[in-house]
Structure formats: structure tokens, C-alpha cells
């Protein structure tokens, strides 16, 4: 996490980001976060709660109703391709070529992203940091598990070596060995200086490694607190008296400093 004094510049910053979807369903109302370099921002909330609009947004898949998603200052909607240049994006079912092996996946994808410098060997590093068995390098994606497709996935977002990464539920359905492997590598790229924006419903992970996480609720962050000021909180807790609505703005200290998680 940044020191409070010198802050680093927002990667990732939503404006009174909105939308309405077509059919009137209002899936985010005014929201406003920042991330900036070396910090992990963690999304929870239920289904619906507007992540995926979220992220979206910041990709240019969807088009706010109004409000701002930049992306290392540029309006993501306005400039896509340029603002895209410094952002990397990993869903959670990550859409790759299935008829390819891993190696051409990454070759193709890395181009794409125009990155034409690397060579075998630096996709070899790249599967190798992700944990990818090196017998499956060779191997075509339509053999692979989900989460060795989610760990080619990660590899080419490491490659594309974009100083922010925005992450769509990427441990969901991950064996927990492989999702806490997957978290590893999330915070070392946080440790690297990449702004990470993440989806989850992994309460206990976002926790762990997130600097910032903030709850959404029918489109509406109704909390957001640092690393700091859950240390000792119950976020399980916490999320659940968000959601039910029980509180407009909870005391991270009081009965729930009781709660020791
Ligand atoms: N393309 C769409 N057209 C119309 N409504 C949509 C569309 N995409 C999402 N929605 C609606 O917007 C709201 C927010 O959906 P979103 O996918 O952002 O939620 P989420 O927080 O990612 O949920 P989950 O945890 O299930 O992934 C929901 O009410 C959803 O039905
Ligand atoms: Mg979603």
C-alpha cells in the first residue's frame, strides 16, 4: 500500500460511474473508487451487485449511462484503445483458442496485445511463474482444466506487462491449491506496482490480500475499508449487515471489534 503522504497517481479510477441497462436496470449508481499503483482493491457483494458492470465499464464492453471509468487517467469509454494499452483483464472463464496449445495461445494473445518482442523462452518463464506443469506447455487448451486455462490467462496478462490488471472472479472454481497459488501471484504484482481491481466472493481472500475492499450493494458501494481499519473485523460479519442493510456507515471499531476473525 501507498505511504498516505506521497499517494501515487490513480490507474484505475471510477467517477460517479452509472449504468442503466437498457431494460431499466439500474446496475451501478454513482460510484466512485480509486486504485493506484502497488494496491490490491477487492469488489464484494451478491449477485447483481453491479462487479461485472464494474469491470466492464473499465474494458468498454458496456457504455456508462454517465459518469467516468479511466484508466491511468483516460476516459476508458472515450479513448478504449488507448486507454486499453495499460490495462490487462483476466475473466473468470478466460477465452482462449482452444484448438491452440498454450505456447501459440500466448504468442497469439501477447501479439494482440502489442507485445511482439518475446520469444519461447520468456513464455516459458511467464507459464513457469504461473505454476503451469511444463508437459502441458505443448498441450492444446481444449485438454486443459479450469484452472490451467485461468493460469495461461494470467501468464499472457503478466506478458502484456500493463501497470493495471482488473480481475473478474479469477479464483472462482480454482481448487483451493491452485486458488491460493493464484492469490500468491496477485500479490506479487501488487508488490511489483501493478493496480489491481478484483472481483470476488472470496471474503477470506480479499482480506488477506487486499489494501482496499469495498462492498456493492443494488449498484451502491455502501462500504469501503482499508486494510488497516479491518484488522481485527470480521468481514464476514461485516459484509453480511451490509447486505442485509442493516447499517448506513458501521463503526469498523464497537460491537464488531469483538468479532476477532
Ligand atoms: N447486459 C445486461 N443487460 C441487462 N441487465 C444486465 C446486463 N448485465 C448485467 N445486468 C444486470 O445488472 C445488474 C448487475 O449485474 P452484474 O453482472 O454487474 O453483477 P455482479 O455483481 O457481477 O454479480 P455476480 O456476483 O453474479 O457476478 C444485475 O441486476 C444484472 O441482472
Ligand atoms: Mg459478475
Redesign the pocket.
Given at each position: 500500500m501507498q505511504n498516505s503522504t506521497i499517494q501515487a497517481a490513480p490507474l484505475l479510477e471510477a467517477v460517479e460511474l452509472t449504468?442503466v441497462?437498457?431494460?431499466g436496470?439500474k446496475?451501478?449508481n454513482n460510484l466512485n473508487l480509486v486504485v493506484r499503483e502497488g494496491e490490491i482493491y477487492a469488489?464484494l457483494?451478491?449477485?447483481?451487485?453491479?462487479?461485472?458492470?464494474?469491470?466492464?465499464a473499465f474494458l468498454d464492453f458496456?457504455q456508462p449511462t454517465s459518469g467516468k471509468a479511466l484508466i491511468n487517467g483516460i476516459d476508458a469509454n472515450a479513448l478504449p484503445l488507448e486507454a486499453k494499452k495499460h490495462v490487462a483483464f483476466v475473466s473468470e472463464n478466460v477465452q482462449l483458442y482452444p484448438n491452440f496449445t498454450a505456447m501459440q495461445n500466448l504468442d497469439f494473445f501477447v501479439r494482440l496485445g502489442g507485445k511482439s518482442h518475446y520469444e519461447r523462452l520468456d513464455y516459458e518463464r511467464a507459464l513457469h511463474r504461473v505454476g503451469l506443469q511444463s508437459e502441458a506447455f505443448d498441450r492444446k487448451l481444449k485438454d486443459f482444466s479450469k484452472g490451467m486455462r485461468q493460469k495461461c490467462g494470467i501468464a499472457i496478462a503478466i506478458l502484456k506487462d500493463a501497470p493495471a490488471i482488473l480481475l473478474?472472479?479469477p479464483t472462482s472454481g480454482l481448487d483451493p491449491k491452485a486458488g491460493k497459488e493464484f492469490t500468491r501471484l496477485v500479490a506479487e504484482l501488487r508488490d511489483e506496482g501493478k493496480a489491481i481491481l478484483m472481483?470476488t466472493?472470496d471474503i477470506f481472500r480479499a482480506k488477506e490480500i487486499a489494501d482496499y475492499v469495498g462492498i456493492?450493494n443494488n449498484?451502491e458501494l455502501v462500504a469501503e475499508k482499508t486494510k488497516a481499519e479491518l484488522e481485527g473485523v470480521n468481514l464476514e460479519e461485516l459484509y453480511v449487515e451490509y447486505m442485509a442493510g442493516y447499517m448506513d456507515e458501521a463503526p469498523v471499531s464497537g460491537s464488531l471489534s469483538n468479532n476477532l476473525s
Open positions: 449504468k441497462y437498457e431494460d436496470v446496475a451501478l469488489m457483494g451478491g449477485n447483481g451487485a453491479g462487479k461485472t458492470t464494474t469491470i466492464n458496456i473478474d472472479e472481483s466472493h456493492l449498484g
